[in-house]
Antibody
Framework: EVQLVESGGGLVQPGGSLRLACAAS????????MDWVRQAPGKGLEWVGR??????????EYAASVKGRFTISRDDSKNSLFLQMNSLKTEDTAVYYC?????????????WGQGNMVTVSS | DIQMTQSPSSLSASVGDRVTITCRAS??????LAWYQQKPKKAPKSLIY???SLQSGVPSRFSGSASGTDFTLTISSLQPEDFATYYC?????????FGGGTKVEIK
């Protein structure tokens, strides 16, 4: 069974930093692209970014709203995904989901973590 | 960026009804379109990928179709567990984008 378990969320002041982690199990983590998707309270889903697999040089893509502030990384030896969030703004307040992209040439999101709340407030 | 316009934003329906939700892409995305279901306080769940392929374990009352830049999610006979919010998403090009969601409520 695929499992994605996020951790590291909480309350942080504007301008601060936070690092989310996602522990993956039940599948060959190193094969898959991995994504972060967020959802502000009462709002829809927003894609944050993606990291590709080793075969694709671990390259990354980001939404314009987070580019230059957020960094996605992974540790395949520990089946872990990370989201480093710097220069946080109040509008970054959201539930952050760790998402597995399907093993495909054009991958969709086939498995989601339970989500982790990040609150940016003074 | 590709805009995904979902309609309606909400609807009321009864158990057993046939429900149709539409998603329009602002430009061509081939068939790289997925549908997700989200229940309150829960993570989204994948229903359909590549516009019309059912994810493993998803009931056959769910189906998807495509016509150009217009995509449709159909629930053939609404069940109590189907009351939720549904999102479309394009994965043809970056940034990956979602529709605004359709909330399906009990009439």
């Amino acid at each position: 069974e695929v499992q994605l378990v996020e951790s590291g969320g909480g309350l942080v002041q504007p301008g601060g930093s936070l690092r989310l982690a996602c522990a993956a199990s039940g599948f060959r983590f190193s094969d898959h692209y991995m994504d972060w998707v967020r959802q502000a309270p009462g709002k829809g889903l927003e894609w944050v970014g993606r990291i590709r697999n080793k075969a694709n040089s671990y390259t990354t893509e980001y939404a314009a709203s987070v580019k230059g502030r957020f960094t996605i990384s992974r540790d395949d030896s520990k089946n872990s995904l990370f989201l480093q969030m710097n220069s946080l703004k109040t509008e970054d307040t959201a539930v952050y989901y760790c998402v597995r992209a399907s093993y495909s040439s054009s991958p969709d999101f086939d498995n989601w973590g339970q989500g982790n709340m990040v609150t940016v407030s003074s | 960026d590709i805009q995904m316009t979902q309609s309606p934003s909400s609807l009321s329906a009864s158990v057993g009804d046939r429900v149709t939700i539409t998603c329009r892409a602002s430009q061509g995305i081939k068939n790289w379109l997925a549908w997700y279901q989200q229940k309150p306080k829960k993570a989204p769940k994948s229903l359909i990928y590549a516009a019309s392929s059912l994810q493993s374990g998803v009931p056959s009352r769910f189906s998807g179709s495509a016509s150009g830049t217009d995509f449709t999610l159909t629930i053939s006979s609404l069940q109590p567990e189907d009351f939720a919010t549904y999102y479309c998403q394009q994965y043809n090009s970056y940034p990956l984008t979602f529709g605004g969601g359709t909330k399906v409520e009990i009439k």
